[in-house]
């Protein structure tokens, strides 16, 4: 048996509002099912489970307030599930599984231990996450018809289109608190991070010219943007400078398990989230920027799920066309660099020996001196700038 | 393309890329990326929107053409005439 805690949703954060149990006890669950839905500083956010196994017991009521690292359920693992079920195992009818999921498939679903007959829902209720029903609302899909993916079938945001409208803040979101969450974060970093600063300035004309190119070639929903290609030459060269990506933990450095691209999003109407891409690092182009487009919706709209908010190995800040030439960046803990790209420019500049109007932009990096020296630092920028030279690779 | 007509177009686009937006305070000859705070990933959807609405391919090279609500009017008003 264990006990499933709330999780820690960053550096700031010290307590969530449980606002939703997604399950039920007995329910089974497994590794990425998201179980709960809890209010923090930066908005509700679906909080997924890390171990298969079976609901025990549900500890926190919905509208608790729960400290990070406090009991929020009891989870018993796989093959004791049967001992520790609540109710007698009652044979599934012959029901099909909760529609077939249309995601990946997953692990043959053993049969439910316990079918919770007493918290049972009425039959034909659609269950389904709060994000999920707040998009399909938008988007005006009817929840009945829908296949659901998540716990015991439940509709979650996957399995709807992402092409919502971005919603407003939800009631429940305070400005203030995420003020107050980065406040927190920040000044965590400035008191515990040795920050070192370097900083390269790179001709990327190749780069932008292949991407006009590409997009030449393209209508505008299939075009990418230089953030996608500045991305992309950042994930390989993080991957191939793994000092620097993971995670200051207990006094010494942890790698990461992949290049989990934290890519800091600005909120209209003030504040910053920085969701990971996951794996950005074997992601090509187009995907990319599929996954980009589709992080930066859902941070906007508030969509995000706890793994995304904690898993970032180490994050980037892209300043874009209308941002400042170049920014020394600021650490998120527990991580220890971070990379700041700023504006595309054009600039005098020296090609075989003759002065010419190039394209080029300043990429700094904050680095923990505690995890690596300036030399380390100094790699990974030179070989970002060497991949985006050969800009035909990418 | 009126000048409201070109305001509806971009507002009804602008709904579902930032509804925050309030494009009845911007002047035709204002910078929408400035007056709403838009980035390259807006923008790159606002130029989607009106590709999808009004069928025209929008090479990347006219995109400068589109950053205020009169020269979306004057781009797109050559079209029809």
């Known amino acids: 048996m264990t006990v499933f805690r709330m999780p820690s949703l960053g550096a700031d954060m010290e307590s969530g509002t449980l606002v939703e149990w997604l399950v039920r006890p007995g329910d089974r669950v497994k590794r990425g099912d998201v179980v709960a839905v809890v209010e923090t500083a930066k908005g509700a956010i679906e909080i997924e489970i890390f171990q298969d196994g079976v609901v025990r017991a549900l500890i926190a009521e919905p509208g608790a307030v729960v400290p990070v690292g406090a009991p929020l359920a009891e989870i018993a693992a796989e093959g004791v599930a049967a001992e520790v079920a609540p109710a007698p195992p009652i044979p599934q009818p012959a029901v099909t599984p909760p529609t077939a999921p249309a995601g990946p498939p997953a692990a043959p679903l053993p049969q439910r231990p316990a079918a919770p007959a007493p918290t049972a829902p009425q039959a034909g209720r659609v269950r389904v996450t709060p994000a999920a029903r707040r998009r399909a609302a938008a988007l005006g899909i009817p929840l009945e018809r829908l296949p659901g993916t998540g716990v015991d079938g439940a509709i979650c945001l996957a399995d709807l289109p992402s092409s919502a409208p971005p919603k407003r803040a939800p009631a429940g979101f305070d400005p203030a608190a995420m003020r107050a969450a980065i406040a927190a974060a920040m000044s965590r970093s400035k008191r515990e991070i040795p920050h070192y600063y370097l900083s390269e300035t790179v001709d990327v004309s190749a780069a932008l010219d292949r991407l006009t190119r590409i997009n030449a070639e393209r209508d505008p929903p299939a075009r990418l943007l230089p953030a996608v290609v500045l991305l992309r030459a950042a994930a390989l060269a993080i991957a191939a400078t793994p000092e620097v990506n993971g995670w200051w933990e207990d006094g010494r450095f942890r790698a990461a398990d992949g290049v989990h691209v934290g890519w800091a999003v600005a909120l209209r109407g003030g504040g910053l989230i920085a969701p990971a891409i996951r794996d950005a690092d074997r992601l090509a182009l187009d995907p990319l920027m599929a996954a980009l487009r589709d992080v930066v919706q859902r941070a906007r709209s508030f969509a995000l799920r706890g793994s995304e908010l904690t898993s970032a190995s180490i994050t980037i800040t892209s300043l874009g066309e209308r941002g400042a030439e170049s920014v020394l960046p600021v650490i998120h803990p527990p991580q220890v660099a971070m990379l700041g790209i700023g504006r595309v420019v054009t600039r005098p500049w020296v090609v075989d020996g003759t002065v010419q109007p190039r394209r080029v932009v300043t990429l700094t990096l904050a680095g923990d001196h505690r995890a690596t020296d300036g030399h380390v630092g100094g790699l990974l920028l030179t070989r970002l700038a060497a991949l985006l030279a050969d800009a035909e690779r990418l | ?81």
Do not use: C, Q, W
Not at chain 2, 4 to 12: D, G, W
Not at chain 2, 26 to 42: F, H, N, P, Y
Not at chain 2, 67 to 73: R, S, V
């Open chain 2, 1 to 81: 393309m009126t000048p409201s007509e070109t305001k509806r177009l971009v507002a009804e686009i602008l709904a579902g890329i930032a509804p925050e937006a309030d494009i009845s305070t911007v002047s035709g000859d204002a910078d929408l990326r400035e007056a709403l705070d838009l980035d390259s990933i807006d923008f790159l959807n606002l130029v989607t929107g009106l590709h999808e609405r009004t069928g025209r391919p929008i090479p990347e090279a006219d995109y400068p053409r589109l950053f205020t609500l009169d020269g979306i009017g004057a781009y797109f008003g050559e079209a029809a005439g």
